[in-house]
């Protein structure tokens, strides 16, 4: 099929990227008697996008004191095939810049880690790549000098199985996955998520409820955003303008990861990703991937990486309505006791006698003793402050003086009963604000 036959709308804006509209040529009656074959249509993307500048990955995650950049790219809805020419042509709308086009998916495929990125100019684009790929685009500053371009996709892409939200519709999905049998990949995307796979597993997970499984994509993604203080109340609180990537990786030394611009999945675990069961009661592990997008450095040293990345996965957990905790169904608060129940000198907190999950439930009782209101305001204060911190001491620090100012509690006893090993001076610092001890210890609090 030729890819100029196709008269599809992307809808609204994509992370920046408008798309031009088309009115429908049938009446309403024919509208809802169109045969399946015609409403696959809306499971293709259109030719012509029209992007406008926004803040790059790297931009928003300096605002949100995040680590990883989110995913600071459009989908196009189109395939590159390998050595195949692909003309693109590119009009300036406003501005000086232009976007570039990213031929690949970061993260799909072993072989292509990382997409190629094509400055796109004005006037016609020829490109060809060796490996093919989908198509991106970024449009992104450190500052939006508010450029705009329109960009037409001519000839040589190839569209792919393109799920929007609230615009494809079930139907539309199992025509284009019946239909378009000569591409290796397919895209689902929704107001904050942009999901790819194999046509394969696509295949496998056909029966699934595509609006429901993106809503509850965005729906982790907002309740991760919510336990991290965005709440709209300024510019610096508000959520990512850019969506979150969560692909399909073909490379079996992940099981599943997080790293700049995405999260991926190993191919045989695409049920956590393409199923409502897989992202909601069993959502684990896309729920901890997607944290590690939302973390902190300020207060994310050394023995943190895979501890408070559990926090969003709790809060998850929590608003989705699943009890007990995972703490609590992996018998975590034992392992606790024994902690404590360790001399002085035993207790580390970030050496080997204690896990993980035992770190865990240090911060899963500040939770218990302050609510959400407690990791609100952390987060904010690491935004408003961004504190300049040097390695682990520095970290821990401002994490302990800033946790007994935002509950309005001196947290000494609770610090060393978990050993934090930190200066005197730390302890000297708290005592200087004057605050109360606590009403209940938070170190005695356990899950009922």
Known sequence: MSTNSYSIVMAAILLGVACKKSSSPLTPEEEKNKPVAVQAATARADSLMQAAEVFSGTAEASRLGQSFPAS??????????????????????????????????????????????VQLKSGENTITDPLGGLLYLRFTASAPGGSMAKVRFVSGQKPVPFYRLGKTTHADWLEALRVMTDVPDVQLVSNRTIIVAS????????????DALLRLADRVINIEDSISGLDGSSPSENVNVHKYLMTETDNADYYMVATWYRTAYYQNTLAAVLTLNGLGKDGWGPWHELGHMHQQGAWTWGALGEVTVNIYSLAVERKLGITPS??????????????????????????????????????????????????????????????????????????MLKACEISGNDLTFFFRKWGLPVEESVYTAIAALQLPAPATEPSTLREN
């Open 72 to 117: 600071d790219f459009t989908p196009t809805g189109f395939y590159l095939p390998p050595n195949v020419t692909l003309k693109v042509n590119v009009e300036q709308v406003s501005g000086a810049k232009l976007p570039v086009l990213l031929v690949g998916t970061y993260s799909r495929y072993t072989n292509k880690w990382n997409p190629q990125e």
């Open 199 to 210: 046509r394969a597993n696509a295949l496998a997970y056909q029966t699934e409820d595509q």
């Open 326 to 399: 995972r703490l609590k169904r992996d018998n975590a608060w034992p392992k606790v006791d024994a902690y404590f129940a360790k001399s002085d000198a035993e207790r580390n907190f970030n050496s080997n006698s204690a896990d993980v999950w035992v770190r865990l439930c240090m911060f899963h009782q500040l939770w218990m003793a302050y609510g959400d209101a407690f990791y609100h305001k952390l987060h904010k204060a690491a935004r408003q402050e961004k504190p300049s911190l040097s390695g682990d001491a520095a970290e821990m620090s401002w994490f």
